[in-house]
């Protein structure tokens, strides 16, 4: 393993990076464009607008002194990297694309952590009843600027909870998926003793699949356990305690006074699986070029292509590719939580179309853009199991000696607080400008129609982005005649808006920040 020690920035939203050579030579693919950690907090408190929501504070790059051992950064891969190096002398070689000041390089062994049977064997037997909690969103340092407070108001339990306004309560999810992304709390724990771990959190984005973290406390990954913790599929908001396969809860031992937990994004059990898929994409593409230089790319449907002469290899190909497909859909089967995954969906019919390839070979060309169309999913599902989302709300430090009590609201109390989301819309000012102008206000419509059904009005996060943007114009010394001119030049006409260029309509899946320039 190689750390290194080192004092550097992010340039234009990229990450400092660096590449090893090793005698001048590039050691292996992945020791090239290695990424470096920075860290960020939050410039100051959340404040809120004249409509009470809550606005992101900025967020600031610390400029300290690092130090980080080389992870991998490919997709399909995970953990630090190791590299072979003979005995005797070895030229290291350290190239940066940016600035860079490297204060020392240190080589060290592979990492060996104890389990938790050797771990928990030293514990002492106390029992503890003392108990902590915070909410998620107060984090102490992250990785990336991206990993940012969100606005939740699908459950009144997560708190703190407002039907009216935006609260920045839940940390997380699409903006922290990457692995590597990784975010720290600090714990203040009451007293010595054993205490649970549990995290209220929710993961609705990769349909029957978990999301994997690397938990670390003070800086070390406290037993072998902690290297990929499974956060299942969740729909909805649920409370988990970090346990073991049966069921029994980890305990951890701490002393009185500040710790600072990390959880970090990493691809976990799902690197078992990822370079075998990956592999699998490049495997179809071959066997659909081998196809198509025998057939053409415009196929003649009444021709009988006689691949067992044409392409000896295809039905060995095919053999082969089917039984890799069936051993990943096995793998991933295993992992499998809430349901069926789209992956294991796709896999299957891919399985079967290779099937029908073998069966009757002749029938190749009529099915050969079903393949290439099967192709180009199962590539896109590699991407997305690549990412780990997870939404976090609340993380709770509970001795051995107390039950972990889980928030939750029920069903009239969900309905209630939906029923008052809505009523609200009715009363909220989307207008931009300050309160008391004159001026009169842009109108732009954006659809609200999910709030019935998933309880968020995904258009209000997108007018409250908009109404940043001439906030900060008009406090920047704009004028309004400028700003008007500036927000329509941005617009297509919609040939439902009668009084364009007064009026705008916006898609609720249209990206608001694209509209406007960066500067």
């Known amino acids: ?18 590449t090893i050579l090793l005698d001048g030579k590039l050691p292996f693919e992945q020791s090239g464009g290695l990424s470096l ?12 607008d004249s409509q009470g929501n809550a606005v992101h504070p900025p967020a600031r790059e610390e400029s300290r002194r690092l130090t980080m051992i080389l992870r991998d950064n490919s997709t399909v891969h995970d953990g630090e990297l190791l590299f072979a190096l003979p005995a005797g002398e070895t030229r290291i070689t350290v190239q940066s694309a940016g600035p860079l000041a490297l204060y020392g390089i240190r080589l060290l062994p592979p990492e060996t952590l104890l389990s938790y049977a050797q771990v928990s064997a030293g514990y002492p037997e106390i029992r503890t009843v003392a108990a902590w909690e915070t909410e998620a969103e107060n984090m102490l340092e992250r990785s990336d600027s991206a990993i940012r407070r969100q606005s939740d108001q699908s459950d009144p339990s997560v708190a703190p909870s407002n039907a009216r306004s935006l609260t920045l309560n839940t940390l997380g999810g699409e903006n922290w998926q990457q692995p590597g992304q990784w975010v720290s709390w600090r714990l203040e724990v009451p007293e010595d003793g054993l205490y649970t771990l549990s995290f209220r959190y929710r993961q609705d984005i990769i349909p029957g699949l978990p999301s994997f973290r690397q938990l670390k406390i003070d800086g070390e990954i406290p037993f072998s356990e902690m290297r990929m913790v499974a956060f299942p599929y969740s729909s909805d908001w649920r409370t988990m305690t970090l346990a073991d396969e049966q ?3 980890y305990l951890f031992y701490l002393e009185q006074g500040s710790s600072v937990l990390t959880l970090s994004a990493t691809l976990g059990a799902k690197s078992e699986y990822l370079p075998e898929l990956q592999n ?29 002469y044409e392409l000896p290899d295809l039905l060995p190909n095919l053999e082969k590719l089917r039984e890799q497909l069936e051993e990943i859909r096995r793998v991933i089967g295993t992992m499998q939580t809430g349901g069926g995954d789209e992956a294991s969906s796709v896999l299957g019919e891919i399985v079967r179309q290779v099937d029908g390839f073998l069966k009757r070979p002749s029938r190749i060309p009529q099915r050969l853009e079903r393949f290439r169309t099967n192709i180009s999913t199962l590539s896109d599902i590699l991407s997305d199991l690549q990412k780990q989302p997870l939404e976090l709300d609340q993380i709770l430090l509970v001795g051995n000696g107390s039950p972990v009590k889980a928030r939750h609201a029920n069903v009239l109390e ?3 607080f939906r029923i008052q989301i809505l009523g609200y819309t009715f009363m909220q000012d989307y207008s931009f400008g300050e309160t008391g102008s004159q001026a009169e206000p842009l109108k732009v419509w954006i659809n609200t ?26 406090c920047n010394g704009g004028d309004p005649e400028s700003l008007q001119r500036l927000l329509i030049s941005g617009f297509v006409k919609d040939p439902a808006c009668h009084k364009f260029p007064f009026s705008a309509g ?14």
Do not use: H
Not at 37 to 48: H, L, S
Not at 281 to 304: A, K, P, Q
């Open 1 to 18: 393993r190689l750390e290194l020690e080192y004092l550097a920035q992010s340039e234009q939203g990229q990450s400092p990076a660096v």
């Open 37 to 48: 950690d920075t860290i960020w907090v939050d410039d100051g408190t959340a404040q809120a």
């Open 247 to 249: 069921g029994a809860p």
């Open 280 to 308: 699998a994409v490049y495997f179809m593409n071959e066997i659909y070029r081998d196809i198509i230089m025998v057939t053409g790319v415009s196929v003649d449907l009444n021709r009988d292509f006689q691949f067992e």
């Open 414 to 416: 969900k309905i209630w």
């Open 449 to 474: 129609g999910d709030i019935l059904s998933s309880g968020v009005a995904s258009g209000r996060d997108q007018a409250q982005i908009l109404k940043t943007f001439p906030d900060g114009f008009v």
């Open 506 to 519: 916006i898609g609720c899946n249209d990206d608001i920040r694209d509209i406007f320039p960066t500067d």
